[in-house]
């Protein structure tokens, strides 16, 4: 069976940071690429930014970079997404999920449960 745990989401102010990880069990992980996704609350999916499996190609949304990074370690079948600066309009549910997903589809790829984040003053 595929997993994917996520976690690290929080109440955050804005400027702030936070680290989220995915766990992923069940799945041929180091020879993946990896997408987080984010759903802000009424809206549709937004793909956040992309990592290739060795680590070595990465892609971001405009929006976000310059300050989100994303990293995995493949020894801990785990990825990750360090977000900095963040804004009010990045409040969401954050996803991992498997594979290059651009555009995001749900049904498309494995998804785990999602973490929030809330961004407030």
């Known amino acids: 069976e595929v997993q994917l745990v996520e976690s690290g989401g929080g109440l955050v102010q804005p400027g702030g940071s936070l680290r989220l990880s995915c766990v992923v069990s069940g799945f041929s992980f180091s020879t993946s690429y990896m997408t987080w996704v984010r759903q802000a609350p009424g809206k549709g999916l937004e793909l956040v930014s992309v990592?290739?499996?060795?680590?070595?190609?990465?892609y971001y949304a405009g929006s976000v970079k310059g300050r989100f990074t994303i990293s995995r370690d493949n020894a801990k079948n785990s990825v990750y997404l360090q977000m900095a600066s963040l804004q009010l309009g990045e409040t969401g549910q954050y996803y991992c999920v498997t594979g290059r997903r651009d555009p995001p589809i749900r049904g498309e790829g494995y998804w785990g449960l999602g973490t929030q984040v809330t961004v407030s003053s």
């Open positions: 990592i290739s499996s060795d680590g070595g190609v990465r």
